[in-house]
């Protein structure tokens, strides 16, 4: 295996990913941020994994890379890609944290096929991919920064803008957009009831506590009535 190939987990902050997946059913954004800190936990556990059966595999995590900024998804990646190229990696295997079927094996899978060609990608079932692998001699990050990212035409875009490049399809797998998604997902199920019972642990809490500040503000409110005329 290549020693100059990088696993970078690129994640989002949980706050901005809680705002555009709901992964809760009451839509509750501090519980929705807590999935998500689980499920970054969950893909930093399984790429180290992966670095610790290949020798000389690193593995980085774009916030070390590039400061928090309010740039456009594709520019927050690319740029994440460069550092990580210009600390003299060959290739990048770019990963997400929605889709927990992505295991160590498949990524070391990714990793030996991306030592073939320029790019690799993992497709997901809505269009987009759950890993995209690269070469710098392949990345150009205008190009790159400007593909239908977030979109059902994601992977579409990326085919057609590596037209001239071998680009190595990997199985499709699903990835997590919803509560819903969540609830039906067949693979990695222990983490997956991990993840829904922590949500409805949580969800009950609240509602039990907010049904007791209710009624406490009701009794309350009773008790400094004024007494009735008589």
């Known amino acids: ?46 790429a180290t994994a992966a670095a610790s059966k290949a020798e000389n595999l690193r593995v ?69 991919a759950y890993l995209i692998g690269i070469s710098s001699k392949g990345f150009k990050a205008e190009v790159f920064e400007n593909l239908a990212w977030q979109s059902e035409k994601m992977l579409e875009s990326f085919i057609g803008q590596y037209a001239n490049k ?8 699903s990835d997590i957009h919803t509560f819903q998604e969540l609830q039906t997902y067949t693979i990695s199920r222990y983490f997956i009831a991990f993840l829904i019972r922590l949500i409805e642990q949580i969800t009950a809490r609240i509602q039990s506590f907010y049904c007791f500040f209710v009624e406490n503000r009701s009794i309350r409110s009773l008790s400094l009535r004024a007494p009735p005329f008589v």
Not at 26 to 43: A, C, E, I, P, W
Not at 61 to 80: E, I, M, V, W
């Open 1 to 46: 295996m290549s020693t100059s190939t990088a696993i970078l987990i690129f994640t989002q902050e949980a706050s901005k990913e809680a705002t555009r997946k709901m992964l809760t059913p009451s839509k509750n954004q501090g519980v929705n941020r807590l999935v998500f800190d689980k499920l970054n936990h969950f893909v930093e556990r399984k």
């Open 166 to 173: 071998v680009v190595l399809l990997l199985e499709t797998l």
């Open 60 to 128: 980085f995590y774009s916030n070390q890379l590039t400061k928090p900024n309010n740039n456009s998804f594709g520019k927050q990646l690319s740029a994440a890609i460069q550092v990580v190229f210009e600390r003299g990696f060959e290739k990048v295997i770019c990963i997400g944290n929605d889709c927990p079927a992505l295991n160590e094996n498949r990524i070391l899978a990714a990793v030996e096929k991306l030592q073939t060609v320029d790019t690799v990608v993992g497709p997901d079932n809505r269009g987009g």
